[in-house]
C-alpha cells in the first residue's frame, strides 16, 4: 500500500483544515488508517484512527476538535481538524496497519506511511 498525504497549510487559531490520505497499490479497505503527528523537537506522536469496520479512536489532546473518517471507494482517509491550537502545528503523517484496536496508538504496529504534509497554525 502506497499513502499519499495531503491537505497540509497555514492556518489561524480557531480555523480548520482538512488532511487527505490517498491510497494506492492495495486494499486500503482493509486496513485501519491511521493519523500521526511530529512538532520539531517532539516524538511522534499519535493522533487518532479509523478502523476498517469504521471505529475511530483520538488521543485526548484532540478529542472533540478532530474527525476521522474514510471513502472506502475513494481509498482515501481524511482527518477533519476544527479549532486549531498553536499545538497542532506538526508534520502529519498517514499510516495504515492491519493491527488489532488496542495496538491502533502505536506507530511502530503501522507498516505503511505517507510522506507527511506539513500544519502550521498561527496563534
Known amino acids: 500500500v502506497q499513502l499519499q498525504a495531503s491537505g497540509g497549510g497555514l492556518a489561524q487559531a480557531g480555523g480548520s483544515l482538512r488532511l487527505s490520505c490517498a491510497a494506492s497499490?492495495?486494499?486500503?479497505?482493509?486496513?485501519?488508517a491511521g493519523w500521526f503527528r511530529q512538532a520539531p523537537g517532539k516524538d511522534r506522536e499519535f493522533v487518532g484512527a479509523?478502523?476498517?469496520?469504521?471505529?475511530?479512536v483520538y488521543a485526548d489532546s484532540v478529542k472533540g476538535r478532530f474527525t476521522i473518517s474514510r471513502d472506502k471507494a475513494k481509498k482515501t482517509a481524511y482527518l477533519q481538524m476544527n479549532n486549531l491550537k498553536f499545538e497542532d502545528t506538526a508534520v502529519y503523517y498517514c499510516?495504515?496497519?492491519?493491527?488489532?484496536?488496542?495496538?491502533?496508538?502505536?506507530?511502530?504496529?503501522?507498516?505503511?506511511w505517507g510522506q507527511g504534509t506539513q500544519v502550521t497554525v498561527s496563534s
Open positions: 499510516a495504515a496497519s492491519r493491527i488489532v484496536l488496542s495496538g491502533i496508538r502505536d506507530g511502530s504496529n503501522y507498516g505503511y
Open positions: 497499490g492495495g486494499t486500503f479497505s482493509n486496513y485501519n
Open positions: 479509523i478502523t476498517w469496520s469504521g471505529s475511530t
